[in-house]
């Protein structure tokens, strides 16, 4: 008799702790289910594959931005965040300014463009690299800062900023700190 209530006792509290066991994960998958379609509503992808944007200035300049990827502000639809971005500007005359980064902001309102992080430009036999450039259609600018160094067939110059009219083609180059100076080197 002594044996079966054992055994019933046992049975008993492998049961309940059986139950429990259950309906604790029962609670677990749905607290899960419900995080996961909280999140859901939370934040919608707004991820784009293959962007490409182009335009023109009232000058007939053509701007052609491509990206690998593109992600849409949801706080403000008019800018798409991008990666592995390619840029090229296309002047009247003829001649081409390819722009390269790892990332980019691109404002579809005004045509604005920043290139962040390993940026490459070349025009004609000029090379600049960076860290940061600012593209501007309607300030009609291009200005490149952060460890800038640019090459040519004959210098080397190191600069914090360069500063270029894109109609004029006029560039200044300077320090943010007055007390340094910017170094040229000749290749020769």
């Not at 289910?33 to 490409?52: F, G, H, L, M, P």
């Not at 990827?69 to 009247?92: A, H």
């Not at 070349?122 to 300030?139: A, C, E, F, P, T």
Request: a neutral charge; hydrophobic letters at 35%; zero cysteines.
């Amino acid at each position: 008799m002594v044996k079966k209530i054992i055994i019933l006792t046992l049975l008993s509290v492998t049961l309940i702790v059986i139950y429990f066991y259950i309906d604790r994960s029962i609670n677990q998958s749905k607290d899960i289910t419900e995080k996961i379609s909280k999140d859901n509503n939370e934040y919608n992808s707004n991820i784009i594959k293959d962007v490409n944007y182009s335009s023109k200035d009232l000058n007939g300049n053509q701007y052609i931005i491509n990206a690998d990827e593109g992600e849409i502000d949801l706080s403000d639809p008019n800018i798409i965040y991008l990666k592995n971005v390619r840029g090229l500007i296309k002047l009247t005359n003829g001649n081409k300014v390819t722009i390269n980064s790892k990332y980019g902001k691109y404002n579809i309102d005004n045509y604005d463009t920043i290139f962040n992080l390993d940026v490459n430009v070349d025009y004609l036999d000029n090379n600049i690299i960076g860290q940061y450039l600012d593209v501007s259609i309607n300030r009609n600018s291009l200005i490149m800062s952060k460890n800038v160094v640019y090459t040519n067939l004959k210098n080397i110059l190191k600069a914090d900023v360069i500063e270029m009219n894109i109609q004029t083609k006029d560039t200044k180059i300077f320090m943010y700190d007055s007390k340094e100076k910017v170094n040229i080197k000749s290749k020769n």
